[in-house]
């Protein structure tokens, strides 16, 4: 049961086989019959049969048939051929082996009705020969080669010859399992890919015997074909691989690459270890590896063939980085892309596209997609939603063709609701939506992704498992389209996971708290019924449960930086579960992260969360730092931006100043391949710190890039926001270099910006502006003797600006700003709300707050600072006690 719930959801059938199969087996290798699950059927091991040969040659001769078999240059001369022969006593296993594997490249060549005739031909015309006696006759490699192509083309496990030779090639490795023969890696291999197509066998029961026959080839590895071989194994059985396995296959892996065995020369091998590799279930535990592996391709990437070169892309995007790569794949991928238009290639250029190069991919999306045989490839509605989020585009009818589209696919393929294969959709609308901020809606794939998963969920054993129950379940959340969904959610999805919560892991919770939100802020954002109130609440305590829960455990088995990311996203999606004791405790316990296998995913992933708690733990943001000063050649110039946006968000400072040398380098050097916005977010950063290099500065501050900027503006695709954002952080960088930096003489050309600002701005008046402005009234009994929401040349606000004069009494403001007055003290009195500290600090004052008192000083003022939360304290509450204050605070000043 523990592969329960990574198992596709039909192998639950096969569980109850297990008893007896486990009856009939008799360790430590097999002597009686087995009996495997394929399609509800028994495939029975028919005794006294024993392997002949361990050889990993084929017992094939090259006699007269055999060579007349492969001179054959059509399909339909083999099947021939092979029916002019058979019967004959000339006629072995093997000819039949041989002639089943010639037909592949034949069946590869046809079109899918062609396909169709020759399976049929093969059913009808070539497996009534395959017998007993001619199965009796093969070795593990011909058995294996006779079993894949079957598989390949099409034909059942249920078939009787098929289902002998499988028997038959599964008992010669249980007869092994001692390990003291070996069976030929090529026989492993091709069992493990055939047994895997179609999904129809539980894998960990089938090829549980693999094992011990993998251990032995490992320590015997000694070339790169051994290697390709060994990597398809692991990726096939991933889930009957230890921990202990995968390290001697990395430590192997590791020395034949500093040997030389493996290396650019060897690129099929090398692509097959960073594919098993890259498996979700383990991949963020071998960013070294990978990276190794990456940096050694690099020399090959122009010579790479089609599908290895975007396997390559896709492994970096995955992991963003090494850097070193990012110029040749941009340079391949764009080659491929004019001697390829496909959505699989587009899907991967997109990614390093400049903003000028968006409109010429948009250009090509729209004549992909519109295409009728684009959408024929293999995968191709995964590559166009890849293209259609990374342009970010937002022109509805691209948006509704592409889901329309989608609809087509789900209603002509069965195999989108037998195999479950509907799920994607619904994460990728699920992720869409997101990217649109919540305003695109495609109702009739809502309603088909929504019937589909509510009849999984009412009568489909898939409604059983907590992993694929979770993810049908968000998506009916998030989006309704179920009888009475405009004021509650559905019975059954509430009782399911008051039924589950004991079973839902770190991946379902967040899922489920993700449909949620979206539900909440799309269906019922301006009611919210009763009903679907109480069941909401109902919700949140259930997901309460599990991150408590999940924390539990931590001492003795601490969360990885990725789930403890995880959880954290998952509560912060709601104000009700964020304003609970288990948030608070799963952020405090990224102090306790061991941080030494930190990735460049991981510390993206860390650095939006801390972003968007404002939570504050140096150790983690100082460990963030030591791994870009450590992997500076590595690691890309968008992940330096985000740990240099979070760390002056936070108002943090890195222990050493070396690190951010490091830092403007790898801005430098990806100066060409980051955003504008990205680029200056980091300025920003480094200006706080004092460490912009000139070069930098004068890299930004040129008509060049303030030109990128603009163009950037004109083709993004939230125009409501984006431009302003921008906009304001070049204000932000123009006026902090202008006041830390005069000698890099940059001009200050932002007054027209902060004037137009201004002019749109409204003062809303809180609570607090109001209790400290009727004070300061009474205080000092002259309106005119301060002045209220003041606005400085730089732009900065200021909630109150007192000026006393050389006897420290107040004076009425002067009518422009003077930067200098003759024994006249400006101060200015900022009012702090909550979030001007870390969330769980609230001395640790954030990095723009900082910056605008030290800006405030250099200008002449002497800055005063009223803490909200101080302000509401039950100490500010007894009578008196906030004049008291104030009279303080004006006199310190003094």
Same mark, same amino acid.
């Given at each position: 049961?523990?592969?329960?719930? $990574? ?107 062609? $396909? ?45 010859? *098929? ?44 090829? +549980? ?124 991928? %764009? ?31 729209? %004549? ?9 490839? =293999? ?86 498992? =907590? ?46 708290? +993700? ?13 919210? =019924? ?109 992940? *330096? ?51 912009? =290099? ?29 431009? %302003? ?61 301060? $002045? ?12 109150? *600006? ?5 006897? $420290? ?53 002497? *800055? ?31």
């Amino acid at each position: 049961m523990n592969y329960a719930p $990574r198992a596709q959801w039909k192998f639950l059938q096969y569980l109850m086989q297990i008893r007896q199969l486990q009856l009939l087996r008799r360790p430590p290798f097999l002597a009686v019959p087995s009996l495997l699950p394929a399609n509800g059927l028994n495939l029975a091991l028919a005794n006294g049969r024993q392997h002949k040969s361990f050889s990993g040659t084929s017992t094939i001769g090259k006699d007269d048939l055999l060579l007349s078999l492969q001179r054959t240059k059509t399909g339909d001369e083999l099947l021939e051929l092979l029916m002019a022969n058979s019967g004959k006593e000339v006629m072995e296993g093997s000819h039949l082996v041989e002639g089943i594997s010639l037909l592949w490249p034949h069946y590869q060549g046809l079109d899918q009705p062609g $396909r169709d005739a020759l399976t049929k031909r093969v059913l009808k015309e070539v497996l009534p020969y395959l017998s007993p006696h001619h199965i009796d006759q093969l070795d593990s490699n011909d058995l294996s080669r006779c079993y894949l192509y079957l598989r390949k083309m099409r034909i059942a496990n249920s078939e009787p010859a *098929v289902e002998a030779v499988l028997v038959r090639a599964l008992g010669l490795i249980d007869g092994t399992v001692d390990g003291k023969e070996l069976i030929p890696l090529t026989a492993l291999s091709r069992l493990s890919v055939g047994i895997n197509l179609e999904r129809d066998f539980f894998t960990p029961l089938v090829c +549980r015997n693999f094992v011990p026959q993998l251990e032995e080839h490992i320590n015997q590895c000694r070339s790169e074909e051994e290697v390709r071989l060994l990597s398809t194994c692991l990726f096939q059985l991933h889930m009957l691989i230890d921990e202990q396995l995968l390290q001697d296959f990395k430590h192997r892996v590791t020395k034949l690459l500093h040997s030389g065995v493996l290396s650019s020369e060897t690129p099929r091998a090398l692509l097959k270890v960073l594919h098993m590799l890259n498996i979700p279930v383990w991949s963020q535990d071998h960013t070294p590896l990978i990276r190794e592996i990456m940096l050694a391709l690099r020399p090959c990437i122009p010579d790479l063939e089609s599908g290895d070169l975007k396997s390559l892309c896709r492994a970096f995007l995955h992991h963003q980085e090494p850097a070193n790569l990012t110029q040749s794949l941009k340079e391949a991928i %764009e080659k491929l892309l004019q001697e390829e238009r496909s959505a699989d290639a587009l899907s991967c250029a997109v990614h390093f596209a400049t903003p000028l190069q968006k409109d010429e991919y948009l250009d090509i999306f729209r %004549e992909l997609i519109n295409c009728e045989e684009s959408w024929l490839l =293999p995968s191709a509605s995964g590559h166009f939603f890849r293209v259609l989020r990374a342009l970010k585009i937002s022109d509805l009818r691209l948006c509704n063709t592409y889901w329309s589209g989608v609809v087509r696919e789900l209603d002509s393929s069965p195999e989108e609701q037998t195999h479950l294969r509907f799920l994607r959709h619904c994460q990728r609308y699920m992720n869409f939506n997101n990217n649109l901020g919540g305003t695109y809606r495609h109702f009739t794939v809502e309603r088909k992704l929504s019937r589909m998963c509510m009849s999984a969920i009412e009568g489909d054993i898939a409604g059983r498992l =907590p992993t694929k129950f979770a993810r049908m379940a968000a998506f009916v959340l998030a989006y309704g389209q179920t009888p009475f969904a405009w004021k509650k959610f559905p019975n059954v999805i509430l009782s399911k996971m008051l039924s589950m919560a004991p079973q839902l892991d770190i991946q379902d919770c967040f899922l489920l708290s +993700r449909g949620m939100q979206i539900a909440s802020e799309l269906r019922f954002r301006q009611h919210l =019924p009763p009903l679907a109130g109480m069941q909401l609440s109902t919700m949140d305590s259930i997901l309460i449960g599990c991150a408590e829960r999940h924390l539990a455990g931590t001492d003795d088995n601490p969360l990885s930086p990725s789930d403890l990311s995880m959880i954290v996203r998952t509560l912060s999606h709601r104000k009700t579960l964020k304003n609970t004791l288990v948030y608070n405790q799963a952020l405090v316990l990224y102090k306790s992260l061991h941080c030494k296998d930190l990735n460049s995913r991981v510390v993206r992933d860390m650095a939006y969360n801390f972003n968007a708690s404002n939570f504050f733990v140096p150790e983690l943001l100082e460990s963030m730092f030591d791994y870009i000063s450590e992997q500076h050649d590595h690691v890309t110039g968008d992940t *330096v931006e985000k740990v240099l946006t979070c760390s002056y968000n936070l108002g943090y400072t890195p222990a050493s100043p070396q690190v951010l040398h490091r830092v403007a380098e790898v801005l430098l050097r990806d100066f060409d391949q980051m955003s504008g916005l990205s680029l200056v977010q980091a300025c920003l950063a480094l200006c706080f710190y004092k460490s912009i =290099p000139e070069k930098l500065i004068n890299k930004v501050f040129c008509v060049k890039f303030i030109q990128r900027i603009e163009d950037e503006i004109q083709v993004c695709y939230s125009k409501a926001t984006y431009p %302003e954002r921008v906009l304001n952080l070049v204000m932000q960088l123009n006026r902090t270099v202008c006041l830390d930096l005069p000698e890099a003489n940059v001009p200050w050309f932002q007054q027209n910006y902060i004037e137009a600002q201004m002019s749109k701005r409204s003062f809303r008046s809180s609570t607090f502006t109001t209790d400290v402005k009727q004070l300061l009234q009474n205080l000092l009994k002259n309106d005119n003797h301060f $002045r209220c929401n003041h606005t400085t040349p730089y732009g900065y606000h200021i909630d109150f *600006v007192i000026h006393f004069d050389r006897d $420290r009494k107040p004076i009425p403001a002067p009518p422009a700003e003077v930067t200098m007055l003759d024994r006249i003290t400006k101060v200015a009195i900022l009012l702090l709300k909550l979030d001007s500290f870390c969330e769980n600090d609230l001395t640790a004052l954030r990095g723009p707050e900082s910056m605008k008192m030290k800006h405030l000083e250099m200008m002449g003022y002497k *800055v005063l600072q009223i803490n909200e939360h101080d302000w509401n304290s039950k100490y500010m509450a007894t009578q008196g006690a906030k004049e008291k204050f104030l009279k303080c605070l004006l006199q310190i000043s003094q």
